[in-house]
Every structure is written in C-alpha cells, then in structure tokens.
C-alpha cells in the first residue's frame, strides 16, 4: 500500500453527505470534534485492515438547499421539469413550487435556477 502524499493545501480524504431534515437557505456552521470518546480517541477519518487515519478538521459552512421536487413524489425528476417551468414562467405561483424553485437560494425563483436545478436534476 503507497501512502497518500500531503501537500500544502491538504489531501482529500473523503467527502460527508448529510441528509437535510428542513429545507433552509442559509449557511449552518457544522465542526467535526477533533477528539471523543472515553478516552478521548483522535478523530479517525478513514479506518480498516492496516489502515488507520487521523486528522483535524476545521469548521465549515453547510447550506441547506430546497430540493426542487415540484410534484412531491420525494423524488426530483422529469416530471418536476414541467412544474419548474410553469413557476419560472410565472405561471405556476404555489408558493411552495417557487419557494423549491428557487435552487440558487437567492429569494427569486427565475432563470439563474436553471443550472443548479438540471445539475440536481442529473445528479452527481
């Protein structure tokens, strides 16, 4: 097994998906404890055979953003794309569908949306 080489700016270890419970625009601060437990055990980052890595964290911003799954089947597809449209035109003004339109999260639902919704849309 090869090490991961540090550099300057850091080494990517691993990325966190956290599962939204509100829908909110604004930014919450989320900060890792670099130690718990009973001990204290430094913070393990990635762990298995022969593997054990620890580190620091340091606080980031999490923003929260409205999934735009327009129809409300918990699920953004292509039968969202429709309703998008309709509120973009203005034509759809259930203030739920705009408030979920607004995938930006600028406090307007209108076409600088667009991107962030297909990008949604088609996942990562």
Same mark, same amino acid.
């Given at each position: ?67 735009? %799954?327009? &129809?409300? +089947?918990?699920?953004? #597809?292509?039968? $969202?794309?429709?309703? !998008? *449209?309709?509120? /973009? @035109? =203005? ?10 339109? %607004?995938? &930006?999260? +600028?406090?307007?639902? #209108?076409?600088? $949306?667009?991107?962030? !919704? *297909?990008?949604? /849309? @088609? =996942?990562?």
């Amino acid at each position: 097994m090869n090490p991961v080489p540090a550099t300057p700016e850091g080494t990517l270890l691993t990325t966190f998906q956290f599962r939204a419970l509100t829908p909110a625009c604004n930014g919450t601060t989320v900060q890792v404890l670099p130690s718990a437990g009973n001990p204290p055990q430094n913070t393990t980052i990635l762990s298995g055979p022969a593997i054990n890595v620890t580190g620091t964290f340091t606080p980031t911003v999490v923003t929260i953003v409205p999934a735009p %799954d327009l &129809n409300n +089947d918990n699920v953004v #597809n292509n039968s $969202d794309v429709p309703l !998008f *449209v309709d509120v /973009l @035109l =203005g034509i759809d003004t259930d203030p739920l569908r705009v408030s979920r339109s %607004d995938v &930006n999260c +600028d406090g307007q639902a #209108n076409g600088l $949306d667009i991107d962030p !919704f *297909v990008a949604v /849309l @088609l =996942g990562p």
